[in-house]
């Protein structure tokens, strides 16, 4: 008596999710992680690709008072010691705009007692950006996406480490969890 095999179905290919398409993983992270509430509508929100290059904006118009010195010490005149400086100051007005430097989500607005308001947003691909002594009250919330030289708050006094030196906006870029020059990425002037 001859048996013949019953078939079995064959499964429907399906796309591969987003961080295989993106990023070649064999085996993606399906842990559940929050989804932040956007600012505006997915539908007004332009499509962002990981693999195109972003592109960067000053945050402020003034000139680089102090610049990233992660390999030297500097004197800081409000601390009066040396240490490192892992951004740039930019000089500005009390009150003036500060602008996303490229277009990324809102991850996290803080006071730091020594940076004081802070707010950073993420790039994607690694990339954040973070601007610290900023007026109190950020015009952004969490989980907001911004473009590119959208406004997010305005230059303050709020930083206890910067109060003995002029009005300006502290700047980092971080890359991979790394604080890098932020003037490898700002356009020249």
Same mark, same amino acid.
């Given at each position: ?19 295989? @398409?993106?990023f070649g +993983? ?17 539908a007004?929100?332009? /499509?962002?690709?990981?693999? /195109?290059? =972003?592109? @960067?904006? $000053?945050?402020? *118009?003034?000139?680089? #008072?102090? &610049?990233?010195?992660k390999? +030297?010490? !500097? @004197? ?5 010691? $040396? ?12 009150? #003036?705009?500060?602008?996303?430097? *490229?277009?990324? +989500? ?7 007692? =020594? ?8 790039? &994607? &691909?690694g990339?954040?950006?973070?601007? /610290?002594?900023?007026?109190? !009250?950020?015009?952004?919330? #969490?989980?907001? $996406?911004? *473009? ?5 708050? *305005?230059? &303050? /006094?709020?930083? =206890? ?10 700047? #980092?870029?971080?890359?991979?969890g790394?604080?890098?020059?932020? =003037?490898? @990425?700002?356009?020249?002037?």
């Amino acid at each position: 008596m001859s048996t013949t095999p019953t078939p079995r179905p064959t499964p429907t290919p399906r796309p591969p999710d987003r961080e295989t @398409f993106f990023f070649g +993983t064999e085996e993606p992270d399906v842990s559940p992680t929050p989804t932040p509430e956007p600012a505006v509508s997915p539908a007004e929100q332009p /499509a962002v690709h990981e693999s /195109a290059p =972003l592109q @960067f904006v $000053w945050p402020v *118009a003034g000139e680089v #008072e102090v &610049g990233h010195c992660k390999d +030297t010490l !500097i @004197f800081d005149r409000t601390m009066g010691d $040396w240490r490192i400086h892992v951004g740039v100051d930019i000089v500005a007005y009390l009150g #003036e705009q500060v602008l996303a430097v *490229a277009g990324g +989500t809102v991850e996290r607005i803080f006071h730091d007692d =020594l940076l004081g308001t802070t707010v950073v947003i993420n790039h &994607g &691909g690694g990339m954040q950006s973070l601007y /610290a002594n900023l007026a109190e !009250i950020p015009v952004v919330t #969490e989980g907001q $996406w911004v *473009a590119m030289g959208t406004p997010i708050g *305005a230059v &303050g /006094a709020t930083a =206890l480490a910067k109060s003995g030196v002029i009005h300006h906006l502290h700047l #980092e870029i971080i890359e991979d969890g790394v604080r890098v020059d932020p =003037l490898l @990425f700002l356009p020249q002037r």
